[in-house]
């Protein structure tokens, strides 16, 4: 199985700790909270492990039928991309039922203060 | 019995009016709320005046939200029913002492009222919106072993127990048919339909306007396929 030139692996992991260092930054300034950020820091992770343990990647290249290690790379970031775009839709909806709750909880506050002050 | 009319409404100023006065006409014992669902126009305004209480949501969270508000004002206030109908004149304020008797003489926990049983089949409806009808019937036969003539009707009339079930976390936001009896059978509730009389729209915008029919057949569909397999499902009342 081809091996990673060395050029595709210092890309690969120039990239993947610059993700991870980005994330960090960001909760760091308190941009990004800390329950939000750990799929990130575990994409970006996944990413260096993988490409630092190589026999890792070959035995996972094998199990999966890809046809290069890059491809199995390319198809964990895809896989972790879904992962994070599905755990975001799973926090618009617990906001979206937050707000819900909140809008009616001031429509029936409101209500009865404007007739107690009728 | 302490009763409760709840209407939501949306940019119904020009049409409520006349249901509120129908309402009072019909049963002026009951108290009646309109939930005024982030409105344009002076809905609110038109409701206060007509005697009605008014809660106003901050924006337009879409039916349910609107009539769920309602149920956790039931709740808080102590009623004994609520009755649920259409702010647009779509379902006739004369048949809701029918619904109240239903809840009062406790033969049903839910009262729906269907304009395709006994005299209500003067109500017409295009082929699609029968078609649709049908199916979700056929559904909520196949899964609750109840044959509901109506499953689209928003008339309806729940006891406290229900109330405070549907005032929890799970009630629809959108559209609340067929999943909502489902789960209501499911949940132990006893639910009885009652011949009411229904019009089409006096004008104004139908909630179901546009691609939103599309949206709903999924969206009914997905809930009433899930709603079986659903915590609340298994929830018993009063619980």
Known sequence: MAELTPHQTVFALVTSLLAFLFVLELVRRRRLREEYSWLWLLTAGAMVLLVMWYRLLILITRIVGAVTPLNTLLLCAVLFLFAIAVHYSMIISRLASQVKNLAQELALLSARLEERQR | ?239
């Open chain 2, 1 to 239: 019995m302490k009763a409760l009319v709840l209407l939501p409404a949306f940019n119904e100023a020009a049409r409520i009016g006349r249901v509120l006065g129908g309402i009072r006409a019909a049963a002026p014992e009951a108290t009646v709320l309109v939930v005024d669902d982030g409105s344009a126009d002076d809905t609110a305004g038109v409701a206060r005046a007509a005697g009605a209480r008014v809660v106003r949501l901050p924006f337009n969270l879409g039916a349910g939200v609107a009539a769920q508000t309602g149920y956790k004002f039931a709740v808080r206030e102590g009623y004994d029913c609520v009755v649920h109908l259409d702010s647009d004149g779509q379902h006739e304020p004369a048949d809701i002492p029918a619904l109240l008797a239903v809840i009062a003489r406790r033969e049903a926990d839910v009262a729906i009222g269907s304009r395709f049983l006994g005299g209500g089949a003067d109500y017409r409806a295009g082929a699609l919106r029968r078609t649709g009808m049908g199916v979700f019937g056929l559904l909520a036969w196949l899964l609750t072993g109840v044959r509901f003539s109506d499953v689209t009707s928003g008339f309806r009339a729940f006891g406290s127990d229900v109330v405070r079930f549907v005032a929890t976390e799970w009630y629809p936001t959108d559209y609340a048919d067929a999943d909502v009896l489902i789960t209501l059978r499911r949940a132990g509730f006893r639910l009885k339909e009652v011949p009411v009389r229904m019009y089409p729209r006096a004008g104004g915008r139908s909630m179901h306007a546009g691609l939103r029919p599309i949206y709903y057949v999924f969206k009914m569909l997905l809930s009433v396929a899930l709603a079986p397999l659903r915590r609340e499902a298994f929830e018993r009342k009063g619980s």
